[in-house]
C-alpha cells in the first residue's frame, strides 16, 4: 500500500522573527493528489511552538506528538526535548524508522528533527524539508539574500516558488510565527 505524502515546509529566521510555512497538497504515490487544504504547520506548547513536518503523514504524526510530549516533560525547553527525543530514537527500534521530518522553532531556536533521531540547527536560519524543500529553501536563500523582506514574506513567497516548480506543492500556504 502506497503512503501519502508530498509537500513542502519551510522556515525562515530573521529580524527576531522566525516563520514556519508549509503547503496544503497530500499526495498518494507519484501521481495522486488525495488532499489540497491539508495543515502541516501549527502551533503546540501554549502557542509558543512552531512546527511544521512532512514525509509519511502517520509517522508525521507520531513524530509531532512524540515531540510534543517531549515539550510538556521539559516545560516547553525546546533544544532540550529534541536533544531527548532523538536519545529515545536509540532504545525504540518503532522510532528509528519514522519516515517523517520536522521543523520546529520557537523565539529563539530553529531545529529539523529527522524520523531517524537526527536533530539539525541550521547555519544561516532557513530550513526546509519535503519534497519541494530545496526548491523553496533556493528561494529563501536568494530573497533573503537580496531583499528587505521580512520572515513572513520570504517563507510565503519561497512556497509560492516551489509551487511552480514541484508537483507535491501546491500554492494553499500555512504561514506561522514566533
Not at 509537500?7 to 498518494?28: L, S
Amino acid at each position: 500500500m502506497e503512503q501519502f505524502r508530498g509537500t513542502t515546509i519551510i522556515a525562515v529566521k530573521r529580524d527576531g522573527r522566525t516563520a514556519v510555512a508549509g503547503d496544503g497538497q497530500v499526495t498518494m504515490g507519484q501521481n495522486v493528489v488525495m488532499k489540497n487544504n491539508a495543515v502541516k504547520v501549527r502551533r503546540i506548547y501554549n502557542n509558543k511552538v512552531v512546527i511544521g513536518f512532512a514525509g509519511g503523514v502517520a509517522d508525521a504524526f507520531s513524530l509531532s506528538n512524540r515531540f510534543e510530549d517531549m515539550l510538556n516533560k521539559f516545560n516547553g525547553n525546546l533544544m532540550r526535548s529534541a536533544v531527548e527525543l532523538a536519545l529515545t530514537f536509540r532504545n525504540d527500534e518503532v522510532m528509528r524508522k519514522l519516515e517523517a521530518l520536522m521543523i520546529v522553532a520557537d523565539k529563539d531556536n530553529l531545529l529539523i528533527i529527522s524520523g531517524n533521531g537526527e536533530v539539525i540547527e541550521p547555519d544561516n536560519g532557513i530550513c526546509a524539508i519535503g519534497s519541494g524543500g530545496n526548491y523553496a529553501m533556493a528561494a529563501a536563500q536568494a530573497l533573503a539574500g537580496n531583499t528587505n523582506l521580512n520572515a513572513r514574506e520570504i517563507a510565503e513567497k519561497s512556497i509560492e516558488i516551489a509551487a511552480n516548480i514541484c508537483i507535491f506543492t501546491n500554492h494553499n500556504i500555512v504561514v506561522e510565527e514566533v
